[in-house]
C-alpha cells in the first residue's frame, strides 16, 4: 500500500503524528483547547486556588504574541492541572488509604515512615490550593515509596507479633528456671543460647533503618528454638519433692498458657481451613480432635506441641498461591462424588478404626486381593491420589479427567453394601422370625416388629451406606420406624435421647441431605432474590449502612422486602395468617415471664414469623437479620409446601410427582414435620441441625444473606 | 516513635467461591489485640471491597451468631449468642462470621 502511494507522490498518513498545523490554525488548536479546559473546569467547579481565568488569559496573550511553543507548554500543564482536578475527589480515599497505612508503618518505628506522612501532607496542600498535577504526583510518589517498603513493613509487623506472643515464655523462664548467673547449673547451657539469641533479637523492633528486616524471621526462630530447648530441658528434670518441684510445676501451669497464647494465632488458622482433599480433611479432623488438657502439666505442654505441630502440617498443606489451571473446575465435580468416595475409603479401610496406620494397612491389604472391587477402587484411587499430591501444574486437569472412572469403582466398591442394605429395607415389612424360603413368601411382621426391624437396620446399615440409598428407601425406613405409632415424642423435662428409636430417627435424618435438585433450584432463585432486592439497591445499601440507627417501622419495612423478594423468588406465599407477616411483641416463657432467649421464631399456627423486641442482635446487625428472616420464612415455605402435599387429588394446586423439585424434598419436610418427627437441641444438638427442615433452614440462610451482601458490596 | 502494642496476629484473606468452595487469597489484614481488622495489603482490586467490610464489622461492639431455640421456646424459634470485642472467643466469632456471611476466610 505504502509503495502505491510514494508512487503516486503521497505520503502514507500515520497514526499518532499529525502534520504540524500552520500558524493560524496552531493558534485556533491552542485557544480551542484552552476554551475547552477552561469550561471543564468551570463545569466541575474548579478554580484551580483562584487562576483559573489566569492561566487560560497567560495561553491567550502567549498565542496572540505567536510564541506557539511557551503556549503549547503553559496549555498541556493547565489541561494536566484541569484533568488532575476533576479525578482528584476519586483519589481523596487513596490519599486516606495510603496515610493510614504511613501511619501504622509508623507505629513500627520506620524512619521514612515520618517522611511519607509529610509527602501526603503536602499532597493534600496542594491539592487544597488548586495545584492538582502536584497532588497526584506526591500522592503517587508516596504510594510507590510505600509499596517498596510493603514487604519489609509485613517482616517486622510479624516479628513484633510473634515476639510478643514469646516474650511471657521469656518472663515466665526468667522468673522460675534458675540456672543464669550460675556456671555449675545444668542449665547453663541453654540460657547461654537464649542470651545469645535475644542480643541479636530484640523482643520488639522499633527501627527497621538499622536492623536488617530480613533477618529478623531467623533471629526469631534462633530465639524461640533457644527458648523452646531451655524450658524443654527445665521440664524435663526431676526435682526433689519440695520447693524446687513446687515452683517447677507453678512453672509448667504458666509455661502451658503462654505456649498456647504463642499458638492462639496458628490454632485459629487451622481451625478455619477448608479441606480441599481427603488428606487435608483427615488432617483437620485429626486437629480439631486433638485432646485439650491433661492430667500433669507435662502431659499438658506436649499435648499444646503436639497440636502447634498438626496445626503447621495442616496449613502447609494447604498452602498455596493462584488456582492452577482446571482446579475450579476440579473441585465443583469432586464435591459431587466425594460422599461416595469417602465412603468407599472408609469401607475399603475396615475393619481398623483405631490409627491411620491400621487404615492404610487395612487399605494394602485390599488392594492385594485379586480383581476385586476393592483392589480396583484402591488401584483407581491410588493412581488419582499420587497425582493430585505431585504438585504439579496440571494434576487438576490430569484429576479431572480420571473423576469419572473414580466414580465407577467407587460406585463398584460400594455396590454390595449397598444391595446389602436395599435388601434389608426390602425386608422391614417381614417376622424377623420367618425368614423366607424358598418358594415360600415370608410372614408379615406386626408393627413391633416392623418398627424393630427398622431400629436394627439402621444399627447395622452403615451411616455412610444409608446416605447413598435412594429417597425413597430412606422414607420407607422412616415410615417402618413409625409404624407402631411413632418413636416417643421427646419430652424436654423427661430426656429420652438414647431411646433406640430416637437414635434410629435421628441417623435416617442424618442420612436425609437436601434433594440435590431442590438445592439446584433454591440456588437458581437466590440470583431472582438477590436481582429483586437490587432494584432498589440505593434502599438496601443505606438499610445496611444504618441498621442499627433506624426505627422500628423502619426495620419492618426492610423485613417485609427480604421476605417478600424471598417468597416472590421461591414461589410461595407470604405469611399472613393475622393480616400481617411480622408480628414484633416481646416474647413470654410459658410461665408469664418476659422472654429474653428467644430472637425470632415462625408460628404455623397464625402464620406469622414472631420478631422478640427484645433482641438486639436483630436490631443491631445486618447480617444476622438477612439470615434469621430467611431462615424463619424458610419454615414458611415448607409449611406451604407440606400444605400442597395435603391438598385433595383433584386440587389442582396440590403438589405431586409431577411437580419435582420440590416434591421429594416437601416429602421429606413432611416427615419431619410431625409430633413425633422433631428434634430439640437439647434431644441431641447436631441431630436437630440435621433434620430436614432445620437443614434447609440453617443452609438457605447464611447462603442467601451473604449472596444479598456480595452483590451489595459489588 | 509510638510504642503501640504490636498487632495479635497478621493473617491472609481468602475468598471463598460460593459454587466450588475454592479459595483465592485477596488480601493481607492485621487483627490487632482490640479485635480490629485492618487491611495492610492484597489485590488492588479487591481492596475497596475488603475494606468496606473491614470498616463493617469493626463497627460491630459485637459478633452475633445465630443458634438453636433456648430452652422450652417452640420449634422453629431461634435465639443467637453474642461475644462482645475485647472476649477471648472474639475472634473466633469473627472468624466465622466473615466465612458465613462474607465468604472470607482468615488463614
Known amino acids: 500500500m505504502s509503495g502505491l502511494l510514494n508512487a503516486l507522490g503521497l505520503k502514507p498518513k500515520t497514526k499518532g503524528t499529525p502534520p504540524p498545523l500552520l500558524p493560524d490554525a496552531q493558534a485556533q488548536s491552542i485557544l480551542f483547547r484552552a476554551g475547552k479546559a477552561s469550561s471543564k473546569a468551570r463545569e466541575a467547579g474548579l478554580d484551580l486556588g483562584g487562576k483559573r481565568d489566569t492561566l487560560r488569559k497567560e495561553i491567550e496573550d502567549l498565542t496572540g504574541a505567536k510564541d506557539y511553543a511557551k503556549a503549547t507548554t503553559k496549555l498541556v500543564a493547565f489541561e494536566a492541572q484541569v484533568d488532575n482536578g476533576l479525578v482528584w475527589p476519586s483519589r481523596l480515599q487513596e490519599l486516606a488509604d495510603t496515610r493510614a497505612q504511613a501511619q501504622q508503618l509508623l507505629r513500627t518505628g520506620d524512619g521514612k515512615a515520618d517522611q511519607m506522612l509529610n509527602v501526603l501532607a503536602t499532597a493534600d496542600r496542594e491539592a487544597q490550593a488548586g495545584h492538582y498535577t502536584s497532588a497526584c504526583q506526591l500522592l503517587d510518589g508516596a504510594k510507590t515509596a510505600l509499596a517498596k517498603r510493603l514487604p519489609e513493613w509485613r517482616l517486622v509487623r510479624v516479628h513484633n507479633c510473634e515476639m510478643g506472643k514469646l516474650k511471657p515464655r521469656l518472663d515466665n523462664a526468667i522468673a522460675a528456671i534458675p540456672g543464669r548467673s550460675d556456671n555449675r547449673h545444668a542449665l547453663h547451657p541453654q540460657w547461654q543460647a537464649v542470651d545469645a539469641a535475644l542480643a541479636g533479637s530484640p523482643v520488639t523492633v522499633t527501627d527497621t533503618n538499622t536492623i536488617a528486616a530480613k533477618d529478623l524471621e531467623a533471629r526469631r526462630q534462633t530465639f524461640a528454638g533457644a527458648l523452646d530447648q531451655l524450658t524443654k530441658a527445665y521440664g524435663a528434670m526431676q526435682l526433689p519433692n519440695g520447693p524446687q518441684q513446687t515452683a517447677q510445676t507453678e512453672w509448667g501451669k504458666k509455661e502451658a498458657s503462654a505456649l498456647r497464647e504463642q499458638y492462639s494465632t496458628l490454632f485459629q488458622k487451622a481451625k478455619y481451613v477448608q479441606p480441599r482433599t481427603g488428606d487435608q480433611e483427615e488432617l483437620l479432623n485429626e486437629f480439631l480432635t486433638m485432646p485439650q488438657g491433661g492430667a500433669t502439666w507435662a502431659e499438658l505442654l506436649g499435648r499444646i506441641d503436639a497440636k502447634a505441630a498438626k496445626a503447621e502440617q495442616l496449613l502447609r498443606s494447604v498452602q498455596r498461591a493462584e488456582p492452577l489451571p482446571d482446579e475450579k473446575a476440579y473441585f465443583r465435580a469432586y464435591s459431587k462424588i466425594s460422599g461416595l468416595v469417602k465412603a468407599a475409603i472408609a469401607e475399603t479401610a475396615k475393619p481398623a478404626k483405631t490409627s491411620m496406620a491400621d487404615m492404610m494397612k487395612a487399605i494394602d491389604d485390599k488392594a492385594k486381593q485379586p480383581d476385586t472391587p476393592a483392589s480396583k477402587f484402591v488401584a483407581q484411587w491410588a493412581t488419582f491420589s499420587s497425582i493430585l499430591e505431585s504438585w504439579n501444574d496440571d494434576r487438576y486437569t490430569k484429576c479431572l479427567a480420571l473423576l469419572p472412572a473414580l466414580k465407577l469403582a467407587a460406585a463398584a466398591a460400594m455396590k454390595a453394601k449397598q444391595d446389602a442394605a436395599l435388601e434389608l429395607v426390602g425386608r422391614l415389612n417381614e417376622d424377623p422370625n420367618f425368614p423366607p424360603v424358598e418358594d415360600a413368601p415370608a410372614l408379615p411382621a406386626t408393627s413391633d416388629q416392623i418398627e424393630q426391624n427398622a431400629i436394627a437396620a439402621t444399627q447395622t446399615i452403615d451411616p455412610a451406606v444409608l446416605k447413598m440409598l435412594p429417597s425413597d428407601k430412606k422414607m420407607e425406613l422412616l415410615t417402618a420406624l413409625r409404624a407402631n405409632g411413632g418413636p416417643p415424642p421427646f419430652d424436654e423435662n423427661n430426656p429420652n435421647a438414647d431411646d433406640p428409636a430416637r437414635v434410629a430417627q435421628r441417623a435416617i435424618y442424618a442420612a436425609m441431605d437436601l434433594d440435590e435438585r431442590f438445592v439446584e433450584m433454591e440456588k437458581t432463585a437466590r440470583q431472582a432474590f438477590v436481582d429483586e432486592l437490587m432494584k432498589d439497591k440505593a434502599a438496601m445499601t443505606k438499610a445496611r449502612d444504618d441498621w442499627p440507627l433506624l426505627s422500628e417501622a423502619e426495620r419492618v419495612v426492610v423485613f417485609e422486602k427480604i421476605m417478600r423478594a424471598h417468597c416472590k423468588a421461591m414461589g410461595f406465599a407470604e405469611p399472613k395468617g393475622t393480616g400481617k407477616p411480622f408480628d414484633i411483641q416481646l416474647m413470654h416463657n410459658a410461665d408469664g415471664s418476659i422472654d429474653k432467649a428467644t430472637d425470632a421464631q415462625y408460628n404455623p399456627g397464625t402464620d406469622t414469623i414472631k420478631i422478640n423486641k427484645n433482641s438486639t442482635s436483630i436490631s443491631s446487625d445486618f447480617e444476622l437479620m438477612i439470615d434469621t428472616i430467611v431462615h424463619e420464612n424458610s419454615h414458611n415455605y415448607q409449611w406451604k409446601l407440606i400444605a400442597r402435599l395435603n391438598k385433595p387429588d383433584n386440587d389442582k394446586d396440590k403438589l405431586t410427582s409431577a411437580e419435582d423439585p420440590p416434591y421429594t424434598q416437601a416429602l421429606m419436610f413432611a416427615a419431619n414435620w410431625t409430633n413425633e418427627g422433631w428434634v430439640t437441641g437439647k434431644e441431641n444438638y447436631a441431630g436437630y441441625k440435621k433434620a430436614p427442615i432445620e437443614d434447609h433452614a440453617w443452609t438457605t440462610g447464611p447462603e442467601t444473606a451473604r449472596k444479598l451482601l456480595k452483590a451489595l458490596s459489588s | ?107
Do not use: H
Open chain 2, 1 to 107: 516513635m509510638s510504642d503501640a502494642a504490636p498487632p495479635a496476629a497478621i493473617f491472609d484473606v481468602y475468598e471463598i467461591d460460593d459454587d466450588d468452595a475454592s479459595e483465592t487469597l485477596i488480601g493481607e489484614a492485621d487483627y490487632s489485640a482490640d479485635g480490629m481488622l485492618t487491611l495492610t495489603g492484597g489485590q488492588p482490586e479487591r481492596a475497596e471491597y475488603l475494606r468496606d467490610v473491614f470498616t463493617r464489622v469493626n463497627a460491630k461492639p459485637m459478633i452475633s451468631e445465630l443458634v438453636g431455640p433456648p430452652k422450652g421456646a417452640g420449634q422453629f424459634a431461634v435465639s443467637t449468642k453474642s461475644v462482645a470485642r475485647g472476649e477471648a472467643e472474639f475472634l473466633d466469632a469473627l472468624q466465622g462470621y466473615l466465612m458465613k456471611y462474607y465468604g472470607l476466610r482468615l488463614g
